[in-house]
């Protein structure tokens, strides 16, 4: 792969050891100090920031945060929460904190969205959770997607996932809402790769876009090309690393985790690939019955989840894999504490502008144009999760 970057630009790196050691030290220092400035009470700060650490702990399985992508001067630890330090990592914080502490003035507070601008894609996958919705004719004006993302950044997000479709075929619309939100939120693209030039990657960054998160569905290229339906897919997906890489675009691979893929020599043979494509995460989805995979079966065994569950929990202890790729498996968050969406701390609005738990728990609670979004989230809170209890933490 071509990863050479462009003159003033740096791709984004995998750091652990003694760097991590102090980006963290940095990190617990600064939200010790912003914190003090609002309660002023050393002692109850200290204890909030242990229990947020026996929270944390919980949630993703490990208590030390052993590596972080840096990129430019920021440091990521997951592909869902804003790089430090910035004025968004701050406020990701004080939304945290103040869910250790009851969140007695009862805000809604959520840190991200996946936000669906089209109905449109290039691709015919086994797996889409929107195809329902696609169409060759947009669902949304250009003026209403604006309208919805300024209804959002009311809500106090932190971050935001435009998604589709194939969010690449909006491209222009695509600039204007980056730049719309990136002074509020880390912006990030949920896309195949498919088209995503180096000259697309340029503008995209300096629109504001922090990371990409690229669908790969198989490290073998005639495996993934088949479960989407192209004879290029595979093609992009590198294209499209490559070329993120170079204008500095943090680059996070999304797998859909099938009952046919998921043994472990494959999860094995994926992780070496994103290492040498030098990706800072990977993201591990399992299949569910929803979109193209209504009625299937498609569901994990038991067995391979423990088998994934071992394998992300490996991939942090285990000092062989210092170097490699973070590894995000919200399967994991889910099953200790219960689903952190449906308007916890996040939702989905499809390319109809419907809000959803999430995009594999799809129960439409109004639309973003019509309704008032603190309605909605309440009602999201209220139905709940299909397959999991609604996290209290």
């Known amino acids: 792969m071509n990863n050479q970057p462009l003159d003033g630009i740096k791709p984004s790196t ?36 242990k229990r947020f650490a ?5 949630i993703q399985g490990y208590s030390r945060i052993t590596r972080f992508v840096q990129s430019g001067q920021k440091y990521h630890f997951a592909d869902q929460i804003p790089g430090f330090p910035s004025g968004t990592f701050n406020r990701f914080f004080e939304a945290e904190l103040k869910r250790i502490e009851g969140n007695r003035e009862r805000k809604i507070m959520m840190n ?34 604006i309208i919805i993302l300024e209804k959002l950044k009311f809500l106090g997000l932190t971050h935001i996932q435009f998604g ?21 939120m880390d912006c990030w693209l949920l896309t195949s790769g498919f088209g995503l030039t180096l000259e697309k990657a340029l503008e995209l960054k300096k629109a504001g876009l922090t990371g990409a998160s690229i669908s790969l569905d198989h490290w073998e290229e005639t495996a993934h090309n088949t479960f ?17 890489h170079r204008a500095g675009i943090i680059v996070s691979l999304a797998l859909c985790a099938t009952k046919e893929f998921t043994t472990q020599e494959d999860i094995l043979k994926y992780y070496e690939l994103a290492k040498k494509w030098n990706v800072g995460f990977i993201k591990i989805l ?6 193209r995979f209504t009625g299937k079966d498609v569901t994990l065994t038991p067995e391979q989840i423990k088998m994934l569950t071992d394998f992300y929990l490996q991939s942090y202890n285990d000092d062989r894999f210092r170097t490699w790729p973070i590894v995000m498996f919200p399967g994991f968050d889910q099953r200790q504490v219960g689903c952190l969406g449906a308007g916890n701390r996040y939702m989905y609005i499809d390319s109809k502008g419907d809000i959803h738990a999430c995009p594999f728990c799809q129960n439409p609670v109004g639309n973003a144009l019509d309704v008032p979004l603190e309605d909605a989230i309440k009602k999201l809170r209220n139905n709940g999760c299909q397959k999991f209890p609604l996290s209290s933490f």
């Open 14 to 49: 995998i750091i652990n050891g003694n760097k991590a050691a102090w980006v963290s030290k940095r990190i617990f220092l600064s939200i010790f100090l912003h914190a003090l400035k609002t309660k002023n009470n050393p002692l109850a700060v200290i204890r909030n920031l």
């Open 54 to 58: 026996e929270k944390r702990t919980k």
């Open 112 to 145: 991200t969205v996946i936000y669906s601008i089209t109905s449109r894609c290039p691709l015919n996958c086994t797996h889409c959770f929107e195809w329902d919705n696609l169409s060759s004719q947009e669902h949304l004006k250009p003026d209403q997607l």
């Open 164 to 184: 589709g479709g194939e969010p690449l075929a909006r491209f222009e619309d695509l600039l204007v809402l980056i730049k719309k939100a990136k002074t509020n």
């Open 228 to 244: 989407r339906n192209h004879g290029k897919s595979f093609y992009w997906v590198k294209e499209a690393v490559q070329n993120c």
């Open 286 to 291: 399992e299949a569910r019955k929803v979109g």
